[in-house]
């Protein structure tokens, strides 16, 4: 009797031991523990993260977090010594009043003293051309006569014609101030304007990036830099941990690959508070078939493919860190059936 007890006894403990290993295995060896109405994966937090440095070179002035900081958007997190781009910015922008007063004078055009000025000086060599012309005329008539010499006649007609060169000269500047400024010379004062707008442009831009902010909500992870040291534009300062977006990165067998959908809502727990459900969503399946990562792979599936997934958490906290091991539940009925 006591025989055929522990003989049933015995027989109980295998059955319960095959059991357990039939429907524990897949999820202590594989990626997926598979139900009729709920689907297990298993995956790591992904939390971005951001390597911030200066946009232009220069020596730090000030740091103002440290590792384990909070920060919030904009948040400013040290700056540069500013002088030299501030040095900059005033030099732009003398250069760009120049230019652009000598653009005003253009538009503006001559003066009217200035345009009286020219019309008295050509009527002035006007003047003058009479007068040199009557006196060559005079002298030309009596050259003949042999009254005056040949160079008294040369020297007449050398000032008539320096008269009349400078009556020219005075009737083309007196157009010119009627006309005003020329297309051309407007077109290139506005060019050079531009120019010198733009390098003001940009040396206030230069000016802005000696501060150095958050651009978004995060926690310091580095403090790679210290007042004083002199950066380049490629220089890390911080490296931040930005808050969102938390994500997971999971892997699903091929089999199980038509049972979720982007969009798709689903629980996330991690070993470190099992009780505590994270709700995430389907963000992306990737298209193409992958090996099993070797970093969390079991060496009996080593050779399968799966597809990975990224699935974004949307009630993230501290509870979840960077590259945590985490479980991903998905109900397949009705729920799982509805995207968010």
Not at 323 to 331: A, D, E, K, R, S
Request: net charge negative; no cysteine.
């Amino acid at each position: 009797m006591k025989k055929k007890l522990a003989l049933a006894l015995v027989l109980f403990l295998v059955a319960g031991g095959a059991g357990a290993w039939w429907f524990d295995l897949p999820a202590h060896f594989g990626w997926t523990h598979k139900q009729d109405d709920h689907l297990t994966l298993y995956g790591n937090v992904d939390i971005r993260q951001v390597r911030l440095g200066f946009r232009v070179g220069g020596r730090i002035a000030e740091m103002l977090v440290d590792e384990g900081d909070t920060v919030k958007t904009g948040a400013l997190l040290a700056h540069l010594d500013a002088r030299p781009y501030e040095d900059s910015v005033r030099g732009a922008e003398a250069q760009e009043a120049s230019l652009r007063a000598t653009l005003d004078k253009l538009v503006a055009g001559p003066r009217p003293d200035e345009i009286a000025e020219a019309r008295s000086a050509n009527t002035e060599q006007t003047a003058n051309l009479l007068n040199a012309q009557q006196t060559y005329e005079r002298e030309a008539q009596l050259r003949p006569t042999g009254a005056i010499s040949q160079s008294v006649l040369d020297q007449a007609t050398m000032t008539r014609d320096a008269a009349l060169a400078r009556k020219a000269s005075t009737g083309d500047a007196l157009n010119l101030m009627n006309e005003g400024t020329r297309a051309e010379d407007l077109a290139a004062a506005r060019a050079n304007l531009q120019v010198a707008e733009a390098s003001l442009l940009t040396a206030k831009t230069s000016l802005d990036d000696t501060e150095l902010r958050a651009p978004d909500d995060g926690v310091v992870l580095s403090r790679v830099r210290e007042p004083g040291a002199i950066l380049s534009p490629t220089d890390d300062v911080f490296v931040l941990s930005l808050n969102k977006p938390v994500v997971v990165r999971a892997y699903i067998s091929e089999p199980d690959l038509g049972k979720i959908h982007p969009g798709m809502t689903l629980d996330v727990t991690s070993d470190t508070l099992p009780t505590r459900a994270y709700r995430g969503t389907v963000g992306f399946i990737s298209p193409v078939a992958e090996f099993t990562p070797k970093s969390v792979e079991t060496p009996d599936l080593r050779t399968d493919l799966v597809y990975r997934l990224r699935i974004i958490v949307e009630n993230a906290d501290l509870g979840l860190r960077q590259g945590m091991p985490v479980t991903v539940h998905v109900l397949l009925g009705e729920r799982g059936g509805n995207s968010s």
